[in-house]
């Protein structure tokens, strides 16, 4: 893909933009990193729905059952069924965390050196709009000098000179007439490449921007998922550690209330995840399309000219 991007010299021989581009896909292939993790603790979560439904079937069943039978306490295959969600804990740990964090500060980051290049970009082609206009106006005003030239030349010289002189003031006009336009071409070209880069860092930023809200909605499911998830093991913790039947009751039917909620929880975050990974993907393609999209087709004719052009300017500047 790098390959392809940087393949685009028109719009990627600007190095600031490269290497903005280039930190644009780092921190969208972070942030699919972060989605993939957030799918991980997800499905973790969903294993922790299993046991938990599990306890609670077999709450139910302890409840109905009056004959324990030798020393077997009520509610001890419940507790350790609530043991084992006990164990697997809350999914999203550090790492999730720290990617987050991660991901977040590379995302407000980009945004800020998007405004920075966008302002350069713009600063850029004012510049080079008055130059081009500067340059229109000389070229035109020395087509026009020589034109004033030939036709005092046709007052002044005699006529059997007259063709000679009138044919190499016409062509010395052509001349400048003609590399006037192709300068003017040139700066044009100029402004046209800025033109893409700008659209370029334009729809870098779209996509980070929409990168965020993704981030955000993922974030705050997961949130939302974390609280009922802690609400549940707050349950477990308080019925395991008591161990009384008349503490294990109220904290199973609350625990059963609640697993819906999780349930829906975990749902929302993988479907999230989801969308929000394809959203990813595709400003990665988009941008990429973009750019290889804006490839300028006029080879090498204006390069040289840009050269001579360039080459042109600084004599000025040193005069």
């Not at 392809?4 to 280039?22: G, W």
């Not at 490449?193 to 981030?215: A, F, P, R, S, Y």
Request: proline residues 1%; hydrophobic residues 40%; charged residues 30%.
């Amino acid at each position: 893909m790098s390959k392809e991007i940087t393949a685009s010299k028109d719009v990627m021989k600007n190095e600031e933009l490269r290497s903005l581009v280039d930190l644009y896909y780092e921190s969208s292939t972070k942030t699919l990193d972060l989605f993939t993790t957030v799918g991980n603790c997800a499905n973790k979560a969903k294993l922790s729905i299993v046991i938990i439904r599990m306890a609670v079937q077999q709450f139910e069943k302890e409840s109905k059952d009056t004959d324990l039978g030798g020393n077997k306490k009520k509610y001890e295959d419940t507790l350790e069924e609530l043991n084992k969600v006990k164990a697997m804990g809350d999914p999203f740990g550090d790492e999730y965390k720290d990617q987050m964090k991660s991901v977040r500060a590379d995302q407000l980051v980009l945004l800020e050196k998007f405004h920075e290049l966008a302002v350069k970009l713009d600063s850029k082609k004012k510049k080079l709009k008055r130059r081009r206009r500067l340059v229109t106006i000389i070229y035109a005003a020395a087509a026009l000098s020589f034109l004033a030239i030939e036709i005092c030349v046709c007052i002044v010289v005699p006529p059997l000179a007259l063709g000679n002189v009138v044919w190499a003031a016409t062509g010395l006009n052509y001349v400048i007439g003609t590399v006037g336009v192709l300068v003017h071409k040139v700066m044009k070209k100029r402004e046209k490449d800025l033109d893409k880069q700008k659209e370029v860092v334009n729809k870098m930023k779209d996509n980070t921007d929409v990168n965020i809200q993704g981030t955000n909605t993922v974030h705050s499911l997961v949130e939302k998922l974390i609280a009922s998830l802690l609400l549940i093991l707050g349950s477990v913790e308080l019925a395991v550690v008591k161990r009384e039947e008349e503490a294990v009751k109220p904290v199973m039917e609350a625990i059963r209330d609640e697993v819906d909620t999780f349930a829906t929880a975990i749902k929302e975050v993988g479907e999230a995840v989801a969308t929000c990974s394809t959203c990813v993907s595709s400003g990665k393609l988009q941008v990429l399309e973009h750019i290889t999209n804006s490839m300028s087709s006029n080879g090498k004719k204006l390069h040289v000219l840009e050269r001579i052009t360039n080459s042109m300017s600084s004599k000025g500047k040193n005069k």
